[in-house]
């Protein structure tokens, strides 16, 4: 399957950005959905995934601020980021696989990161 993100950009601390990644090719094995970040480092972090059946899972970093959805019609999963922080100010990849899990080595397919940069 292939993933294509976008959405990144330049925002204020306390402002919003909409993450969209549109799924094609073989989409039966975008069971979960998800979205990971990577600060300047080697580290990977979850942020949030969200299963074909709209169960939805967050790192505790971004519960209450980001959602994700999914619309399966499209194979289109989003994340509505919401009260910025510089802090979250990283690459966000968009990832798919067959089951939840945090861990970025689980998820078979990745899309290229779109970069998303918090100003303070």
């Known amino acids: 399957v292939q993933l294509q993100a976008s959405g990144g950009g330049l925002v204020q601390a306390g402002g919003s950005l909409r993450l969209s990644c549109a799924a094609s090719g073989r989409t039966s094995s975008t069971y979960v959905m998800g979205w990971f970040r990577q600060a300047p480092g080697p580290v990977r972090e979850f942020v949030a995934a969200v299963t074909r059946t709209g169960d939805t899972y967050y790192a505790d970093s971004v519960k209450g601020r980001f959602a994700i959805s999914r619309d399966n019609a499209e194979n289109t999963v989003y994340l509505q980021m919401n009260s910025l922080k510089p802090e979250d100010t990283a690459v966000y990849y968009c990832?798919?696989?067959?089951?939840?899990?945090?861990?970025?080595?689980?998820?078979?397919?990745w899309g290229r990161g779109t970069l998303v940069t918090v100003s303070s």
């Open positions: 990832a798919a696989g067959r089951a939840v899990t945090f861990i970025p080595n689980t998820y078979n397919s």
